[in-house]
């Protein structure tokens, strides 16, 4: 492509590099104008291309890398495209890449072709053919969102993935709150709890199908894990103390967790086959919040044992009485909710300071912090598998008279743009991403 990102750079790098003709763009923060792209309606079934059309214009949108250009603005209809492309036209209204395609329907199937094409240097880059029940077609679309995405950026897209998180509504000191789940562009939102009991922090399994969480029971706090085909939910197990913070392995055999018990907490691994339970962290401390990196050989977790709540890790193994946990910040201010990218690159976190939350990204060993958000409450930063968004809770100071307050979800990019909103029925919080599924 000719004109592919053009970036206007504030006090930062950018690396730029070509591979077979690929421009790969690492983004580590700036202002840059989105690739123009042109999506045209599916031909073959009026309706159905028109919203597979819809979903996969509103991904790439979404993402804040592509700008999808109206259809009012195109000069070549969507029927002649397929006999054969008119690149003077699309030049004509600033589009660099092109997408249109075809689908079919049978016995209950969806059969689609796409394409993408290079505006500028007239050159097809992607031709597929996908398939999918009729019932999925909104997977399909994500799915070719996937690939345009990929080989326009060369990372990974995100669009078939979900989001777990905490639906919430009501007054702030009669809060009623449930475990529920939705697809990453915000569409099929789903329930999983009725809302009769206290819940927080939903943790997907690697696969999808199960959400650890914490609810407030009988009294007692404990950690559930709930399995979204069966509709079944099961206790962790019961504890001396209340448990609390799970986080599932990469392999889903095993769960981090903490039990608290009077001040002090400390972090557990299970084996959710034998459920034998392991304790990781020695130092009598507030021990929580633990994380797995992605190749499973360290944890990052919270500990206030220098005074203050701050980020450490171990070793998976974990602390013993000649090797301790090592802190990895400093700065000013309180460190919370240490998640490792997929990539192992960083970690996000929240911090408190001077009355302010913070959302932000730092490297393993500590260096280079970033703040992605702030606001007066910022929290609960959750990474997209291909580690190039965050997602977290942005609550609004609660109104004195009506003793309410809003709270939702905003997704961000590592580099620090395009903040948006993801619109959910009620107020959401605390949302995890899952992988790609």
């Excluded at 799970?246 to 769960?255: E, H, M, Q, V």
């Excluded at 309410?404 to 997704?411: D, L, M, P, Q």
Aim: aromatic content about 10%; glycine content about 8%.
């Amino acid at each position: 492509m000719r004109k592919v990102l053009f970036f206007c750079v504030m006090s930062v790098v950018f690396n730029i590099s070509t591979v077979c003709g690929l421009l790969k763009v690492q983004v580590n923060r700036g202002i840059f104008s989105p690739i123009p792209i042109a999506v045209v309606d599916f031909n073959g079934d009026g309706d159905l291309g028109k919203n597979i059309r819809q979903i996969i214009a509103n991904d790439l949108g979404n993402s804040g890398l592509f700008k999808t250009i109206p259809q009012d603005a195109y000069i070549q209809d969507s029927e002649s495209i397929h006999k054969s492309v008119r690149f003077s036209d699309w030049r004509l209204i600033k589009i660099d890449a092109l997408v249109y395609g075809t689908i079919k329907e049978s016995s209950g199937k969806v059969f689609v072709t796409f394409r993408l094409v290079d505006v500028f240097a007239e050159k097809q880059m992607v031709a597929l053919e996908m398939h999918a029940d009729k019932a999925d077609f909104r997977k399909l679309a994500h799915m070719i969102s996937n690939a345009i995405y990929e080989r326009l950026t060369g990372e990974k897209g995100y669009f078939t993935t979900k989001i777990a998180y905490v639906s919430e509504m009501g007054r702030a000191d009669q809060r009623i709150k449930r475990l529920a789940v939705m697809d990453c562009d915000g569409e099929n939102h789903r329930d999983l709890t009725s809302g009769r009991t206290f819940v927080m922090t939903p943790r997907f399994s690697p696969d999808g199908n199960k959400v650890a969480y914490f609810s407030i029971v009988n009294h007692a706090g404990n950690v559930f894990i709930y399995d979204i085909h069966e509709h079944t939910t099961e206790l962790l197990g019961k504890f001396k103390g209340m448990s609390y913070a799970p986080r599932f392995s990469a392999d889903g055999k095993k769960i981090l967790f903490s039990i608290a018990e009077g001040m002090v907490s400390h972090i557990y691994e299970m084996d959710l086959k034998t459920r034998e339970k392991k304790q990781l962290t020695k130092i009598p401390s507030l021990n929580t919040s633990p994380y797995y990196s992605p190749d499973g050989q360290h944890i990052a977790f919270v500990s206030d044992r220098s005074g203050t709540p701050q980020i450490y890790i171990m070793d998976r193994s974990g602390e013993t009485k000649g090797e301790s946990a090592k802190r990895i910040t400093f700065g000013q201010g309180r460190y919370y909710t240490p998640v490792f990218s997929p990539n192992g690159q960083h970690l996000a976190f929240t911090k408190t300071h001077g009355g302010t939350f913070y959302v932000g990204v730092l490297r393993p060993d500590g260096t280079g912090e970033r703040t992605l958000a702030q606001g007066f409450f910022v929290e609960a930063p959750t990474w997209s598998p291909n580690s190039q968004m965050v997602m977290y809770t942005r609550r609004t100071p609660i109104n004195p008279r009506t003793k309410t307050e809003i709270a939702r979800i905003y997704s961000i990019h590592i580099s620090g743009f395009n903040e948006r909103e993801m619109l959910t029925p009620r107020d959401a919080t605390d949302p995890e991403w899952s992988a790609s599924l």
